[in-house]
């Protein structure tokens, strides 16, 4: 937390507001025998800050109050990152029965909890076309990661392990390739057309050519990172599944299609949910993600398990009796216990709240703000795609005839007016690339100001760039030396005091 | 535009490296135009010495506060040389792309795919048109 000359904070360290002796809590005199602690276990070189509790209360606020978040105002980072959490999923989430629940309960004891995901499971199957869903995976690449270890555990039960192949866009996310390699595959990059689609032609050649009989699959994010819908997904999906791939959708862009579009109908077989963007469970700092994978017929038996299932089937004496199932030929656990049940709960409130035609309402807003986002925002800036747009868009982040000004500048700036800024610099096909999502909670007037504000900035870098290139001048925390970010990694506190002890 | 350096002695790759010959021995660094792209850069990381590139092949790759890329050489060969000081000072690729910020050299096994390779007027075209 360091201000623009780097020596002045903020805030001190916590460790700076401490005292030797100073505690937070009175514990009660010890009323068993102590034993000592194990010597091996023991070590004296980790500084503990000794404080108070009010010191701590007023030095997080503080903290916080240096912060932007959505409870603020615009966050065109959008679904990707954090979109509005609302507040009655943590209500639930503290619930009592739910928020003391403790993962080793027999299931006679938990199956409020377990009826919960139960349902949960089958609602993400109905939002997006897929007969099973999984809830372990812990996040959204280890969604990815359960999907294409399945694809892989598929080919080789039908003897075709030499399918080591998955054909990757090159407007991918980096964890798509990341996850391929994870699991012992190879990755094949596509180019994209000049629509922003993927190039027909090419995949034509992937899974008609020599390599036809090595395709395991493909992995593509539906809209794009673009924000665009692939137009010929239809022709993609059966140009794969024609060589004997099987299609995986990262679900990261489902803001856009949430019960209008479900891709287990238009032909995908597996695809993961990033309940912590699009089901609105916090993210970035909050956590923990969850990366639920839906599948069909074909993958069914490899989920990634446990599962919930209904173990004695309703009668005429009750409830049915949910209990976990371990799919046949599961790939395995992918987590410790049940996954992020937090996120589960909280992402089952969201969808109880909205209901069927609000979810669908959900994605006709968010990809209605982003469509008249980018319309405005044309008038002034280059949008390389210009065609109808999911729940974000990207622009091209500079001014005509301004050619210091950068992506980076202009997202600097737009923190002076305000606005926390949208994602910089991806996709990486675009050059100066700024990728705005506004999602479906922000009203007309937000948008508009959003829209004057960036039409105020490339005003001023036209008339006075180095307001831009100083940016920000109002934030509590001036331009960051991002160099020095990068290759000082100091992650801990107490490497940083005996630093400064020397 | 076309304010980037683009020496005439050299050859370059649509994928931004340039490439110097001399006899069997090919040095290799990325243009003015990419670190200009790029931005400030923070790690480098090649393959060692002794390593065999495939014509087309990656060397290594190069990240900056933007974005990670991969590096590829047209020719095939082995790494004959790296130049490790732009493992703790990278940021020379920014300062000086085509001299104190060269990557590798390669003994190539074929000099061939060179012939493919743009002039020094041709990289530049091709760099306003992006």
């Known amino acids: 937390m360091l201000a623009s000359d780097s020596t002045q904070l903020l805030e001190p360290l916590i460790y700076d507001l401490g005292a030797p002796g100073r505690i937070g809590v009175n514990l009660p005199d010890c009323d068993v025998p102590e034993s000592p602690m194990p010597a091996e276990l023991m070590r004296d070189d980790l500084a503990l800050p000794e404080v108070g509790e009010v010191q701590v209360v007023r030095h997080f606020v503080k903290l916080s109050q240096l912060n932007y978040s959505i409870d603020q105002g615009l966050y065109p980072l959008g679904s990707c990152t954090m979109k509005y959490n609302p507040k009655v999923n943590e209500d639930s989430a503290r619930l009592a029965g739910f928020a003391h629940l403790h993962p080793l309960t027999d299931e006679s004891g938990a199956q409020g909890a377990l009826f919960l995901m139960h349902e949960l499971q089958q609602w993400l199957g109905e939002i997006s076309g897929f007969s099973d869903v999984s809830l372990s995976p812990a996040a959204g690449a280890q969604g990815e990661f359960a999907g294409i270890l399945m694809i892989r555990q598929y080919h080789i039960d039908r003897g075709e392990g030499q399918r080591d192949i998955i054909l990757v866009p090159n407007s991918a996310h980096g964890t798509n390739p990341a996850t391929v390699t994870m699991a012992g595959l190879s990755v094949r990059e596509l180019p994209a057309n000049d629509k922003g689609n993927v190039d027909m032609a090419a995949l034509h050649a992937a899974c008609e050519g020599e390599l036809r009989d090595r395709i395991a699959g493909m992995m593509i994010t539906v809209p794009s990172t673009l924000g665009l819908f692939e137009s010929t997904i239809l022709e993609v999906i059966s140009t794969v599944h024609d060589a004997g791939g099987l299609m995986y959708m990262d679900g990261a862009n489902m803001n856009a299609l949430m019960a209008v579009v479900k891709p287990g109908e238009l032909g995908f077989d597996v695809m993961h949910y990033n309940l912590h963007k699009t089901f609105s469970t916090p993210h970035g700092g909050g956590g923990p993600g969850s990366g639920a994978v839906g599948v069909n017929e074909k993958l069914r038996p490899y989920l990634p398990g446990p599962v919930v299932g209904v173990i004695e089937a309703e009668d005429e004496n009750g409830a049915p009796l949910y209990g976990f199932v371990m799919p046949e030929k599961s790939i395995g656990r992918m987590k410790a216990f049940h996954g992020n049940f937090g996120m589960h709960l909280r992402a089952y409130a969201y969808i109880r709240v909205y209901g069927d035609s609000g979810i669908r309402d959900v994605t006709r807003y968010a990809v209605l703000n982003a469509n008249y986002l980018r319309a405005k925002l044309m008038r002034t800036y280059t949008v390389p795609y210009p065609r109808y747009c999911g729940h974000e868009f990207v622009l091209e982040g500079h001014v005509d005839n301004v050619d210091d000004v950068h992506a980076l500048d202009i997202s600097k700036r737009l923190m002076d007016y305000g606005f926390h800024p949208p994602t910089n610099y991806f996709p990486l096909i675009v050059p100066e690339a700024l990728l705005i999502e506004p999602t479906e909670t922000e009203v007309k007037e937000d948008l508009d100001a959003f829209v004057e504000a960036m039409e105020a900035i490339a005003e001023e870098a036209r008339r006075d760039p180095e307001t831009l290139l100083n940016a920000p001048h109002t934030a509590p925390v001036r331009r960051l030396d991002e160099v020095r970010a990068v290759k000082e990694l100091v992650l801990c506190c107490a490497p940083a005091l005996a630093a400064r002890a020397l | ?130």
């Open chain 2, 1 to 130: 535009m076309g304010e980037w350096k683009t020496p005439a002695e050299l050859k370059y790759a649509e994928s931004d490296e340039w490439f110097a010959v001399a006899g069997d021995i090919v040095t290799i660094g990325i243009t003015d135009y990419a670190q200009d792209q790029l931005n400030d850069i923070v790690y480098v990381e090649f393959k060692d010495p002794g390593d065999a590139v495939e014509a087309g092949g990656s060397f290594g790759e190069v990240e900056s506060v933007k974005a990670a890329s991969e590096l590829y050489s047209v020719v095939a060969g082995e790494i004959i040389e790296v130049n490790s000081a732009l493992e703790d000072e990278p940021e020379v690729v920014n300062a000086d792309p085509y001299g104190a910020g060269w990557m590798v050299k390669i003994r190539a096994s074929s000099l061939v795919e060179i012939d493919g390779l743009m002039d020094s007027a041709a990289y530049d075209a091709y760099c306003d048109s992006r």
